[in-house]
C-alpha cells in the first residue's frame, strides 16, 4: 500500500516551459487535492478533486490546470511556468483525514 | 473564512507535555477541528481531529472548549521527533477545502 506517489521528486524548468506533475494514490479515495507550499508559509490550495472527471480550483489555481479522468490519477499541469511558481507541491488525498505524498520541490528559473 | 489563530513558535523540553493552543472564533456548527503536524522536508501527517467532544489517539489529546471558539492539541511527553510545523485546521465539511494557516513551529529542547 503505498498511500499517495508523487512525481518527480525534484524538477528544474525554464521560464514558459510547461510540464506535468504527476500524482496517483492507491486507497480509493474519491477526493484528492494539489496544494503548495512556499518558504515558511503555510500550504495553499491549488485545485481538487471530488471525483473521477470532477474538479475545481481553489486559491491559488491561476497557471495551473487539473484533470482527474480515473480515481487514482490527479495530474497538475502548468501551462507556462514563471519564477512565481518556484515552490513545493504536495498531492494528496481524503476520507476522513488527509494523506500527503512526499512532495515536488519545483524551481523556475 | 472560517479561520484558526496560533502562535508562531513554541518550545518545550524533552519528555515533558506540550500544549499547543488554537483560536477558531468563527468556527460553524458542523466544523470539525483537524491537527496535522509537518516534520522537516516532508508533507504534512494527520494528528487527531474532532468535532466537541475531547479526542485522544496513540500520538495526542484534543481538548475543545465547550464553546469551540478554541482548542489545545496535548502531546504528553514531547520527543525529539515532535519538533514540527503543527497545524490547526477547519473542515467546512463541504468537500474537505483545508485552509492551512502557517501553523505553529515546536522546538523540542535534549
Known amino acids: 500500500n503505498a498511500g499517495v506517489t508523487q512525481t518527480p521528486k525534484f524538477q528544474v524548468l525554464k521560464t514558459g516551459q510547461s510540464m506535468t506533475l504527476q500524482c496517483a494514490q492507491d486507497?480509493?479515495?474519491?477526493?484528492m487535492s494539489w496544494y503548495r507550499q512556499d518558504p515558511g508559509m503555510g500550504l495553499r490550495l491549488i485545485h481538487y478533486?471530488?471525483?473521477?472527471?470532477?474538479?475545481d480550483q481553489g486559491e491559488v489555481p491561476n497557471g495551473y490546470n487539473v484533470s482527474r479522468s480515473t480515481t487514482e490519477d490527479f495530474p497538475l499541469r502548468l501551462l507556462s511556468a514563471a519564477p512565481s511558481q518556484t515552490s513545493v507541491y504536495f498531492c494528496?488525498?481524503?476520507?476522513?483525514?488527509?494523506?500527503f505524498g512526499s512532495g515536488t520541490r519545483l524551481t523556475v528559473v | 473564512d472560517a479561520k484558526t489563530t496560533q502562535p508562531n513558535s513554541m518550545e518545550s523540553n524533552e519528555e515533558e507535555p506540550v500544549h499547543l493552543p488554537c483560536n477558531h472564533s468563527?468556527?460553524?456548527?458542523?466544523?470539525?477541528i483537524h491537527w496535522y503536524r509537518q516534520l522537516p522536508s516532508q508533507g504534512p501527517e494527520y494528528v487527531i481531529h474532532?468535532?466537541?467532544s475531547n479526542v485522544n489517539n496513540r500520538m495526542a489529546s484534543l481538548a475543545i472548549a465547550e464553546d469551540r471558539k478554541s482548542s489545545t492539541l496535548i502531546l504528553h511527553r514531547a520527543t525529539l521527533r515532535d519538533a514540527a510545523v503543527y497545524y490547526c485546521?477547519?473542515?467546512?465539511?463541504?468537500?474537505?477545502?483545508?485552509?492551512f494557516g502557517t501553523g505553529t513551529s515546536l522546538t523540542v529542547i535534549p
Open positions: 494528496a488525498s481524503f476520507r476522513d483525514g488527509y494523506t
Open positions: 486507497m480509493n479515495h474519491e477526493y
Open positions: 478533486s471530488v471525483g473521477a472527471g470532477i474538479t
Open positions: 468563527t468556527i460553524s456548527g458542523t466544523d470539525y
Open positions: 474532532g468535532l466537541t
Open positions: 485546521i477547519l473542515n467546512r465539511n463541504t468537500g474537505n477545502q483545508f485552509y
